[in-house]
């Protein structure tokens, strides 16, 4: 990027909603995300964060596994030379599940501050609750031989790793992420640092109604990832009976009435909802446009009526490669029937 100045037609970032975890500490009700790496150069993303925090936007969600962190770091130091502080800044990112053993979490996120440029994370998730790694650019059929269901006392042998990151003051909060209710319960009744944030996959033909408001109900708040129906997720993450949420009638009527793209209306179902979305672009019009949202011309009480309609409990991003042997489908994933599978999923 250019020189270390604020562009001139910077969003006020204080006219973006904030979201108050349980803790008391604020954070954006909208953000940029950085998970492009299948369609984007890295560096494409890292100039985009870069322009996207000099221009208002303070909350940026990362992640090891998108194998950018090294250049947004450099992107987020050029933007606090330009003038914005640190403690404005609400910096994520997600301990990937080749990392969940013991000792690993510690190296992890050092890594992940160093490849930042940062001495603590505002928040750290672990992004699945499965320790089962998937090389980058893979089909949907692979599969890893040592992958395995959800293990509870696994699972919080990694969230202690988690907790004492708190207590060391390298992550101000932990999160979870891509979890369901059933392990959720679980995760409550035995950690001592609750998560503060769920991020979890949020779209209008996709509200999860029930853990949305199991999350709220228990003081987690939540981002939402693929907001806008994720068009530049990965091929293998496409299937024939997706639905894209941007062509929806309703959307598509809303989006005409208020005279913007109907991925706006997307946006602002979830601000107005009560989420953090964090839509990824590269495109200065774009992201531009994706902030100011958050605050301008909302949507009435009936076009949000009308959107709790469109709920065609469509989940894309379905992570069918974290399958385990003996497993059946990637329903068993997601503990449809309230039950979280064993080996053999739900074909037993």
Request: net charge negative; with cysteine.
């Amino acid at each position: 990027m250019g020189e270390h100045v604020i562009p001139t037609d910077a969003i006020d970032p204080s006219l973006v909603p904030q979201r108050t975890l349980y803790t008391g500490a604020k954070m954006p009700g909208l953000g940029i995300g950085t998970f492009g790496s299948d369609r984007f150069s890295a560096q494409d993303i890292a100039d985009a964060v870069e322009d996207a925090i000099k221009s208002g936007y303070r909350l940026v969600d990362c992640a090891a596994c998108y194998g950018n962190e090294d250049l947004i770091g450099i992107a987020i130091e050029n933007a606090m030379k330009a003038g914005v502080k640190r403690e404005d800044l609400f910096i994520t990112s997600k301990l990937w599940n080749d990392m969940h053993g013991k000792g690993d979490v510690l190296y992890s996120v050092a890594k992940t501050l160093k490849d930042l440029r940062l001495d603590y994370l505002d928040l750290y998730f672990v992004h699945w609750p499965f320790p089962n790694y998937h090389p980058p650019g893979c089909d949907a059929d692979t599969r890893n031989p040592l992958s395995r269901p959800y293990i509870h006392e696994e699972f919080m042998e990694c969230w202690r790793q988690m907790e004492r990151l708190v207590e060391m003051g390298l992550v101000k909060h932990i999160g979870v992420s891509n979890v369901t209710i059933p392990k959720l319960e679980l995760i409550l009744r035995d950690c001592k640092i609750k998560p503060a944030v769920n991020e979890m996959e949020l779209h209008p033909c996709f509200q999860q109604p029930e853990l949305y408001d199991y999350c709220k109900k228990n003081g987690i708040e939540i981002i939402g990832f693929c907001p806008i129906g994720s068009p530049t997720r990965p091929d293998r993450d496409k299937t024939q009976d997706d639905i894209a949420d941007i062509e929806v009638p309703e959307v598509v009527e809303i989006a005409k009435a208020h005279g913007v793209h109907p991925a706006i209306i997307c946006l602002k179902w979830a601000v107005q909802r009560g989420h953090s979305p964090i839509p990824f672009s590269i495109k200065r019009n774009e992201y531009m446009s994706n902030l100011r949202c958050s605050f301008e011309d909302p949507l009435t009480e009936e076009e949000l009526k009308v959107l709790a309609t469109v709920d065609k409990n469509c989940r894309l991003i379905k992570g069918q490669v974290f399958l385990w042997e003996g497993a059946g489908s990637w329903e068993d994933l997601w503990d449809l029937n309230g039950e979280i599978p064993g080996w053999n999923g739900y074909s037993k």
